[in-house]
C-alpha cells in the first residue's frame, strides 16, 4: 500500500538555527499538504499546493517559514530562523485531488521538532 | 467562524464496553465530515467520509453516522488495540481543501 513518506522522523534543534522537512506524496498525488500539530490539538493547514502552485499558504508565517513543490513532486518546508514556539509535529499529506475539501487526505508519520 | 469540536477529551472503557464519541460542527454549507484515527506519535490515519444527513459507514467495530449539526463514531465492544485519539474534520467552508479539525478525544480500552 502506498505511503506518504516524511523525513527526518525527530528534529531537535536549537533557535535562531534553520530546519527543513522533506515530503514525498503518494505517487500520482497532485495535491499537497503540510499541517502543524501542537500536543493535545488537532493538525492546522500550513500550506496546500496543487502540482507545483501555491493553493493557500494563508496560515503560513511567511516571515520565517518557507515551503516550495518545485517539480510538482516532493515537498520541503524550511524554519528559518526557528523558535521555541515551532515545537510541534509537523505533518505531509496528500490526496488525488482537491475537489472542493473532498478528496481524502492521506498523512505520513510526520517529523517531531524540538527548539531548543 | 467555522469550527468542530469533540467530546469526550478522553474516554476510559473497559474491554467490550461500547460507547460512542461525539463530533459538532459548526461549518456553512457541509461538503463532508472525515473521521481519523491517530495514534502516539504518528499521523492520522483515514477511517471514513461521510457526505449527507443519514449516511452512516461501518469498519470492523466501528460505527460513523452523520446528522445536519453532529457526527457519532460507534465504538462497539472495544479491544485494546482500539485506544488512540479519534479526530474528526470538515473542510473549511470555500477552501480547496484545508480541513478544520477538532482536538479528539483520547480513548483508552482496559482490558
Known amino acids: 500500500e502506498a505511503e506518504v513518506a516524511q523525513s527526518p522522523r525527530y528534529k531537535i534543534t536549537e533557535k535562531s538555527q534553520a530546519v527543513a522537512f522533506w515530503c514525498d506524496p503518494i505517487?500520482?498525488?497532485?495535491?499537497l499538504y503540510w499541517y502543524r500539530q501542537i500536543l493535545g490539538q488537532g493538525p492546522e493547514l500550513l500550506v496546500q499546493?496543487?502540482?507545483?502552485?501555491?493553493?493557500?499558504d494563508s496560515q503560513l508565517p511567511k516571515d520565517r517559514f518557507s515551503a516550495e513543490r518545485l517539480k510538482g513532486v516532493d515537498s520541503t518546508l524550511k524554519i528559518q530562523p526557528a523558535e521555541l514556539g515551532d515545537s510541534a509535529m509537523y505533518l505531509c499529506?496528500?490526496?488525488?485531488?482537491?475537489?472542493?475539501?473532498?478528496?481524502?487526505?492521506?498523512f505520513g508519520p510526520g517529523t517531531r521538532l524540538l527548539v531548543l | 467562524e467555522d469550527q468542530v469540536t469533540q467530546s469526550p477529551e478522553a474516554l476510559r472503557l473497559q474491554e467490550g464496553e461500547s460507547s460512542s464519541l461525539n463530533c459538532s460542527y459548526t461549518?456553512?454549507?457541509?461538503?463532508?465530515l472525515f473521521w481519523y484515527r491517530q495514534d502516539p506519535g504518528k499521523g492520522p490515519e483515514f477511517l471514513f467520509t461521510?457526505?449527507?444527513a443519514g449516511e452512516e459507514k461501518e469498519k470492523e467495530r466501528l460505527k460513523a453516522t452523520l446528522t445536519k449539526k453532529e457526527s457519532f463514531l460507534h465504538i462497539t465492544a472495544p479491544k485494546p488495540e482500539d485506544s488512540a485519539t479519534y479526530l474528526c474534520?470538515?473542510?473549511?467552508?470555500?477552501?480547496?481543501?484545508?480541513?478544520?479539525f477538532g482536538k479528539g478525544t483520547k480513548l483508552s480500552v482496559k482490558p
Open positions: 499529506a496528500s490526496s488525488r485531488g482537491a475537489s472542493g475539501g473532498l478528496e481524502t487526505q492521506y
Open positions: 474534520a470538515v473542510p473549511l467552508g470555500g477552501s480547496q481543501g484545508n480541513l478544520i
Open positions: 499546493f496543487q502540482d507545483e502552485s501555491v493553493v493557500d
Open positions: 461549518v456553512s454549507g457541509l461538503r463532508g
Open positions: 505517487s500520482g498525488h497532485a495535491t
Open positions: 461521510l457526505y449527507s
